[in-house]
């Protein structure tokens, strides 16, 4: 079945780059999704990337997808304290339009 | 933007009662709303998609008896958390789909059954 594979745990020094990473089993995947989840609050949307490209660029964001490898990764430039986070990849399915949510990855930034 | 609201943000129940939660779009018409439960440190699991003025799909092994969904509108639907237990004390998030098929999530509620 459709299943989506995050790390679970990355630490980072404030001003340095963070690296979310993330695989897919669906090929036919029409969109893959970045979501941050602060303590106690729900999903906000970060950025989203249509399958049919390689990169996606929003400020500070950058989403490069592997199509062959069905490896999505999410880099995070100058990390901020503000950026500590839980982080969930996820995809829509081809089959039902349904988001399939990864584990989280939960981002440590320390000062 | 597009806002989706949730109410209550929280809410202490007995064992034995029922909870009702709202899932309201703010700003935009939902034809479909999804209901998801997390459990700490775990990731989103899809309980039921709630389409209006239909009855909701409920995703295998979601007792649809037990979690009553209602889209009663095209900005509004509940779940009802039926004579709730102690297992079902969770943290249940909402999410509306706008016409461009995007969903969007409620700040989330978290149920605690003692």
């Known amino acids: 079945g459709e299943d989506v594979e995050q790390s679970l745990f990355l630490s980072v020094r404030e001003g340095d780059s963070s690296v979310i990473n993330c695989t897919y089993t669906?090929?036919?995947?029409?969109?893959l999704y970045w979501y941050k989840q602060e303590p106690g609050a729900g999903l906000q949307l970060l950025t989203y990337i249509f399958s049919n490209m390689d990169m996606k660029q929003d400020q500070r964001l950058t989403v490069l997808l592997n199509k062959k490898d069905k490896h999505l990764s999410l880099r995070i430039a100058d990390t901020q304290t503000g950026d500590s986070a839980i982080y969930f990849c996820a995809e829509s399915s081809s089959n039902t339009g349904k988001l399939i949510f990864g584990q989280g990855t939960t981002l440590q930034v320390k000062p | 933007g597009a806002v989706v609201s949730q109410h209550p943000s929280w809410v202490i129940c007995k064992s034995g009662t029922s909870v009702k939660i709202e899932c309201r779009s703010l700003d935009f018409q939902a034809t479909t709303m999804f209901w998801y439960r997390q459990f700490p440190k775990q990731s989103l699991m899809l309980m039921a998609t709630?389409?209006?003025?239909?009855?909701?799909?409920?995703e295998q092994g979601v007792e649809k008896d037990k979690f009553l969904i209602n889209h009663a509108s095209l900005t509004l639907s509940t779940l009802t958390v039926t004579s709730a237990h102690p297992e079902d004390s969770s943290f249940y998030i909402c999410?509306?789909?706008?016409?461009?098929?995007?969903?969007?999530f409620g700040p989330g509620t978290r149920l605690t059954v003692t």
């Open positions: 669906d090929s036919s995947s029409t969109y």
């Open positions: 709630s389409n209006e003025g239909s009855k909701a799909t409920y």
């Open positions: 999410s509306a789909e706008d016409q461009g098929y995007e969903q969007y």
